[in-house]
């Protein structure tokens, strides 16, 4: 498909070590994005470059060590239901680096997520509350960005629910499938997501189409 660069914006999500192999929240293969993400970067297709990072105080409401439970156990916080993770991406820990090889040089703007320790936050748009924005529909709309790109980590987590809320706050928006990758818990979960985004009009697209 022939990106309109002037209305286009490229948001890497997360790419940080602990989604990594050998990360605390490890997503299976995590760090293979990172070269397509780099090529595609190089071709300078867009107007705006945006990276995430997941950034969590200590003791996160996400964190199953926080409320004494294993993670991947789902408890019922203020805000709704709260699945539970080993602790990821504490603020200026290793983990929470972006990814050593990550063009990061070619960023725009840098967003950090999640930083509420009460509210976690999957999408790069809203809170988990549905409603705290992050600011970043500001930034993208001041720039008269129409379409979004988004790619990284994880597909069925925070990629997802990024699209989801790109659609529902009007841009055309697109998921470059095979420059992310899925925590697919249970098994089945990323087919279930991806048949999701294609149903709320999402369109899932490869590395190769972006020209
Ligand atoms: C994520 C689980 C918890 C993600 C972040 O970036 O997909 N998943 N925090
Ligand atoms: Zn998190």
């Known amino acids: ?12 999500i997360d790419v940080q070590n602990d989604f990594c192999t050998g ?3 490890e997503v299976k293969n995590g760090e293979d994005v990172v070269p397509g993400i780099n090529a595609v970067l190089g071709k300078k297709l867009f ?7 997941d950034w969590h105080p200590v003791h996160h ?25 080993p602790d990821h991406c504490v603020e200026n820990s290793k983990g929470a680096a972006f990814h050593p090889y990550l063009a990061v040089e070619r ?5 950090r997520k999640g930083r509420d320790p009460k509210l976690d936050s999957y999408s790069v748009f809203f809170e988990n509350d549905k409603k705290t924005p992050t600011g970043l529909k500001g930034y993208l709309v ?9 790619c990284g980590l994880a597909f069925d ?13 009007g841009f055309r928006t697109f998921v470059v499938e095979d420059l992310c990758r899925a925590v697919n818990f249970p098994e089945g979960f990323q087919d279930e997501k991806r ?3 294609v149903k709320t009009g999402i369109q899932i697209l490869q590395k190769d189409d972006l020209t």
């Not at 987590?157 to 706050?169: I, P």
């Open 157 to 169: 987590w925070c990629v997802f629910f990024s699209a989801l809320d790109a659609v529902s706050l």
């Open 195 to 197: 048949e999701e985004m």
């Open 61 to 85: 409401v996400s964190f199953a060590s926080t409320h004494h439970r294993k993670p991947l156990e789902i408890i019922e916080t203020k805000t709704g239901l709260q699945t539970l993770w």
């Open 1 to 12: 498909m022939k990106i309109n660069v002037h209305k286009s914006a490229l948001v890497v």
């Open 107 to 111: 960023g725009d703007l840098f967003l």
């Open 23 to 25: 990360g605390a929240l």
């Open 47 to 53: 107007k705006k470059v945006i990276f995430t990072a």
């Open 142 to 150: 001041e720039h008269e960005i129409t379409d979004i790109f988004l």
